[in-house]
C-alpha cells in the first residue's frame, strides 16, 4: 500500500540504481545515491530533533540537486518541508519564518555561508544512517501527515503557507500516470523555482516513473536561444512549465526547428492563460507533440484539470483549461454555492477531493474561509476549495478559465494577491493611502497614491525592503484625491477604466 511518496524514490531507486535521478549544473546524482543522501539528511534531523515529527523544516534552496535531496532527507525523517527563496527582501522572509516557526532550518544554496543554518553539506559529510529510527518513522506515519508547504501571496499582506499532504500528492501521480502514462524514458527539464508548485510535478512525476531531471540554470532564461540549445543537448522530452516560461522562447522565436529539440514529447503549462499566439508558435515549431493546458492553484496540488490540445485555435479562441483529473471534482458554483451546469454561464470554480491541501498553516481562520463545507451535501462533511476563478462549461462541457472574483493576479508567472502590495505600500509613513490596479494587456502593475508631493522614488526604495522584485510596480501615478465609489471605497473599477482608456 502506498502511503508515503517515499515509496515511489524506493521504488524507483530498486529498478535503476545507477540511473540520474537528477542533473544540475554542478553534477548529477543516481537515484542510489539519492536515497542515500536522503536517509543520511533524515537521519540528522530525527536526531536533532528527538523524533518529533509532523513539523516544518525550512529549506533555503537554490537550483541545485541539493535542495531537492534535502526535501526527501527531511520526508525521511517524518517532517514536512518548506522552500525558502532567500533572495526575497528580509522583511518578508521574517514574516514567513515567524508564521512557520520552523525546527530547523537546511541551507542548500550554493557557496553561501554558515549564519543562516545547517549546511546540507555538512550534514552530508559527516552523518551516519540511523536505519531503526527511520523505520520506526515510516511505520508512524499515514498518508494524510503534511508532506511539504508553499507560501504564496496573503491579500491580508501576511503570505500563506498552504500545506499538502502525501495523500494528495500520492493523488496527483496516479492521475497525472492515467492521463499520461509518463515511462522511465521521461527526462523533465525543470524550470520552476522550487518553492513553485509547478516543480512539484517535476520531482515526484520523475521518482514515479523513474525518469531524470535536469534542472536548468537560472541565467538560461534570459537567453532563450541557449535554453533551447539547453534542451537539446540534454535530451529533454518532457516540459512542465509555466506559461511565462514557455513565452520566453516563443516571444523571442528562438526555435528555428524541431530538431534543435529533437526528443520534445510534452510540453504541459499552467498557472495563467496561454496565448493562443503562443501555443501556435510552439505548435508549429514541433508539430509531433503532445501539448497539454493544465489547470489549477497550489491549494488543490498543483492541477485538477487537464486538457490535451487536439484541435487548432485561433487567436480569438479561449484555450479550455478541460476536464477534471481521475479523483478530483471540480465544479462550477454561484454566489449561493449551487452548481452551475448549463452551458456557457459562469460560475467559480470550485474543487473537492483528495487533492485538497490540508489548510494554510498555523491560519485556521483563513483556512476555513478558503475550505468551507460544500452546502450540496448536508449529510456527512465535504470540504471544498474555493479557488476564486471563474469559468464556464464550453460545448464539449470542457471549463473555460475567463477571470477572478478577487484582486488576486498572474503577473510573470507569479500569483500576487494585488493586497499584499497594498498593505506593503500603506505602512510607508509618508503615503496617505494607495491601491493598484492590473492591467492585463500590457501586463503592468499600475499603483496609484495619494500624497502631497511626488515621492516615487522614496516609495520604490521602500518597496525593495518589503516586497519581492516581481512585486513591485511597474507605473507609478500620484492623485491629490484617490476617486470614491458609492460604499466609500477606492474606485477601482474607475481607475481601471481611466488607465485603459488612456493607454489601451
Ligand atoms: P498558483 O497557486 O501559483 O498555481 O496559481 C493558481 C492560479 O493561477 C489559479 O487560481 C488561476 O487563477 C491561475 N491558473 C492556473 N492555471 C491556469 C490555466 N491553465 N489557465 C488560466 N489560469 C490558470
Redesign the pocket.
Known amino acids: 500500500m502506498i502511503y508515503n511518496v517515499l515509496q515511489y524514490l524506493e521504488q524507483s531507486a530498486e529498478k535503476y540504481p545507477d540511473k540520474t535521478a537528477l542533473k544540475d549544473e554542478y553534477g548529477e546524482v543516481t537515484y542510489a545515491g539519492l536515497v542515500s543522501d536522503a536517509r543520511k539528511i533524515g537521519s540528522y534531523i530525527t536526531g536533532v530533533i528527538k523524533g518529533e515529527t509532523n513539523k516544518p523544516v525550512a529549506v533555503l534552496i537554490d537550483r541545485n540537486l541539493l535542495s531537492v535531496t534535502a526535501f526527501f532527507g527531511v520526508v525521511y525523517s517524518g517532517n514536512f518541508y518548506v522552500p525558502i527563496d532567500m533572495s526575497m527582501p528580509a522583511e518578508r522572509i521574517d514574516t514567513i519564518m515567524g508564521t512557520l516557526s520552523p525546527v530547523m532550518v537546511i541551507d542548500c544554496r550554493q557557496g553561501a555561508g554558515n549564519d543562516d543554518g545547517i549546511r546540507v553539506e555538512s550534514i552530508l559529510e559527516k552523518k551516519e544512517v540511523d536505519d531503526a529510527a527511520l523505520s520506526a518513522i515510516r511505520i508512524a506515519m499515514i498518508d494524510e501527515d503534511p508532506l511539504y508547504a508553499i507560501f504564496?501571496s496573503g491579500s491580508t499582506g501576511v503570505p500563506k503557507g498552504v500545506l499538502v499532504s502525501h495523500r494528495s500528492v500520492i493523488d496527483l501521480l496516479c492521475a497525472f500516470d492515467e492521463a499520461f502514462s509518463f515511462d522511465e524514458e521521461t527526462v523533465f527539464c525543470n524550470q520552476a523555482p522550487f518553492d513553485?508548485?509547478v516543480s512539484v510535478k517535476d520531482i515526484y512525476n520523475s521518482i514515479y516513473c523513474g525518469g531524470s531531471i535536469v534542472i536548468a540554470p537560472k541565467k538560461l532564461f534570459m537567453s532563450p536561444k541557449l535554453l533551447v540549445d539547453f534542451l537539446g543537448a540534454n535530451n529533454v522530452n518532457t516540459l512542465i512549465w509555466a506559461v511565462s516560461a514557455l513565452r520566453i522562447i516563443s516571444d523571442f522565436k528562438a526555435v528555428e526547428s524541431a530538431s534543435m529539440i529533437p526528443k520534445l514529447k510534452n510540453v504541459m503549462f499552467?498557472?495563467?492563460?496561454?496565448p493562443v499566439k503562443s501555443l501556435n508558435y510552439w505548435k508549429e515549431k514541433f508539430p509531433g507533440t503532445r501539448f497539454v493546458?493544465?489547470?489549477?492553484?497550489?491549494e488543490i496540488t498543483c492541477n485538477c484539470t487537464y486538457y490535451v490540445i487536439d484541435r487548432d485555435f485561433a487567436p480569438e479562441d479561449k484555450i479550455p483549461?478541460g476536464k477534471p483529473f481521475k479523483n478530483s471534482r471540480v465544479l462550477l458554483l454561484n454566489e449561493n454555492l449551487k452548481p452551475v451546469t448549463e452551458r456557457g454561464k459562469e460560475g467559480e470554480i470550485c474543487v473537492s477531493g483528495r487533492c485538497l491541501a490540508l489548510g494554510y498553516w498555523n491560519n485556521h481562520e483563513k483556512t476555513a474561509e478558503s475550505f468551507p463545507a460544500y452546502p450540496g451535501v448536508s449529510e456527512y462533511p465535504v470540504r471544498i476549495y474555493r479557488?476564486?476563478?471563474l469559468g464556464y462549461y464550453d460545448e464539449n462541457m470542457d471549463i473555460v478559465?475567463t477571470s477572478?472574483r478577487d484582486h488576486?493576479i498572474?503577473h510573470m508567472g507569479h500569483?500576487i494577491e494585488l493586497g499584499e502590495i497594498e498593505t506593503a505600500l500603506n505602512s510607508i509613513l509618508f503615503l496617505t493611502v494607495s491601491v493598484c490596479i492590473y492591467d492585463e494587456t500590457h501586463e503592468k502593475i499600475v499603483c496609484y497614491y495619494q500624497s502631497e508631493n511626488e515621492c516615487k522614488k522614496e516609495i520604490v526604495a521602500e518597496l525593495g525592503k518589503k516586497l519581492p522584485k516581481y512585486m513591485w510596480p511597474n507605473v507609478y501615478i500620484k492623485k491629490d484625491k484617490l476617486p470614491l465609489n458609492k460604499n466609500g471605497k477606492i474606485d477601482r473599477v474607475m481607475l481601471k477604466k481611466e488607465w485603459m482608456e488612456n493607454n489601451g
Not at 270 to 274: H, K
Not at 293 to 298: I, K, Q, R, S, V
Open positions: 504564496t513553485f508548485d499552467s498557472g495563467e492563460v496561454m493546458n493544465l489547470y489549477g492553484p497550489t483549461v479557488t476564486g476563478d478559465f477572478r488576486q498572474k500569483r
